[in-house]
């Protein structure tokens, strides 16, 4: 059976790569306004999808009501509370970064004798358990740039991706 290959579009890939590379950059080095960006965004989006879904509700039931309620309030809340909103998706963060760091490490072991690249979950499962820590190390003073920091870093290495595959497109 012969695999399709997939096209890639050089010239999309590569403005895509540099933009994502700039937002980066602006992340990195404001991540404190890339948190209140990205804490405005959230919000926003929230309210829009309760809006939604409180208008579902007439057509709907009850749960739609509800749930519109809720996210309702919820991105209500982070526009009046944004330090507090915050401060609850750092220790999210932390607290997923733990989680996968454990999911990650026990995976690793449970493939160690059936792959040999058992090791790369491992990294990354210590990696991720160490990085869980540190946020938490500073929690909750490091709330208002760690999040920007990771979402900089993360369009970052995105941009780098998109570059990378741009340079073997057809």
Known sequence: ?????????????????????????????????????????????????GIVFFIAGFYG???????????????????????????????????????????QTIVAFAIKSDYDGWWAPLTVGILSFILGILVFMGWPANSDWIIGLFIGIELFLDGIMLLVLSAYGE
């Not at 602006?26 to 948190?35: R, T």
């Not at 960006?37 to 989006?45: D, K, N």
């Open 1 to 49: 059976m012969k695999m399709e290959v997939i096209s890639i579009d050089k010239k999309n890939y590569q403005i895509g790569g540099v933009i994502l590379l700039i937002l980066g950059i602006i992340g990195m080095l404001l991540p404190e306004f890339a948190s209140g960006m990205f804490l405005l965004l959230l919000a926003a989006l929230l309210i829009l999808g």
């Open 61 to 103: 039931g009850w749960l739609n009501f509800l749930l519109g309620i809720v996210l309702l309030a919820v991105g209500a809340l982070m526009f009046i509370y944004p330090a507090e909103s915050l401060s609850a998706m750092t220790f999210l963060m932390a607290t997923w970064f733990l989680l996968m760091g454990i999911v």
